[in-house]
């Protein structure tokens, strides 16, 4: 997937990177793609670190592919990380990407799942555990 010039990325660029990430983490309510667009607009429109070509493919192909929909965001990485440099700043833009998107919804789940659990008793909690069994069933 080629289509955009080689990047040269500093380190602020990466925690640049990896903080857009943290903060779309706990919007995409409806999974990762429901962020997509402005994804679409950071890293296409103001970073120019994706050519629209790459971002496109890079969607395509994880949709195509059996497994989770939110690979597309360790293409997006991947392919940040290819113009960045080649093999070993791709993996740096893959875990960055992945784990700025993974980190702050799954430990809110977490958290929230042990406070729950500590707290079973309270009549709230109990009430929310009935009214959400028939959905999650």
Same mark, same amino acid.
């Given at each position: 997937?080629? +289509?955009?010039? /080689?990047? $040269?990325? %500093?380190?602020? !660029?990466?925690?640049?990177?990896?903080?857009?990430y943290l903060?779309l983490?706990?919007?995409?309510?409806?999974?990762? =793609?429901? $962020?997509?667009?402005?994804?679409?607009?950071?890293?296409v !429109? *103001?970073?120019?670190? #994706?050519s !629209?070509?790459q971002?496109?493919a890079?969607?395509?192909?994880? *949709?195509?592919?059996p497994g989770?929909?939110?690979?597309f965001?360790?293409?997006?990485g991947?392919? =940040?990380?290819?113009n960045?440099? %080649?093999?070993? $700043?791709?993996? #740096? +833009?893959v875990?960055? $990407? /992945?784990?700025? =998107?993974?980190?702050p919804?799954?430990?809110?789940?977490?958290?929230?799942? &042990?406070? %729950?659990?500590?707290?079973?008793? #309270?009549?709230?909690v &109990?009430?929310f555990?009935q009214? /959400?069994?028939?959905?999650?069933?």
């Amino acid at each position: 997937m080629s +289509g955009a010039p /080689m990047l $040269t990325l %500093g380190w602020g !660029d990466w925690l640049n990177l990896f903080s857009h990430y943290l903060s779309l983490s706990l919007l995409s309510i409806g999974g990762a =793609i429901t $962020t997509a667009p402005d994804m679409y607009r950071y890293l296409v !429109d *103001q970073q120019h670190w #994706l050519s !629209d070509s790459q971002f496109n493919a890079s969607v395509t192909i994880a *949709q195509a592919a059996p497994g989770p929909n939110v690979l597309f965001i360790a293409l997006l990485g991947w392919n =940040i990380g290819m113009n960045a440099g %080649g093999i070993p $700043t791709a993996l #740096l +833009g893959v875990a960055l $990407t /992945m784990s700025g =998107i993974l980190l702050p919804s799954s430990t809110l789940a977490y958290v929230a799942a &042990q406070w %729950g659990h500590r707290n079973r008793g #309270l009549r709230g909690v &109990q009430a929310f555990r009935q009214g /959400m069994a028939p959905i999650v069933v």
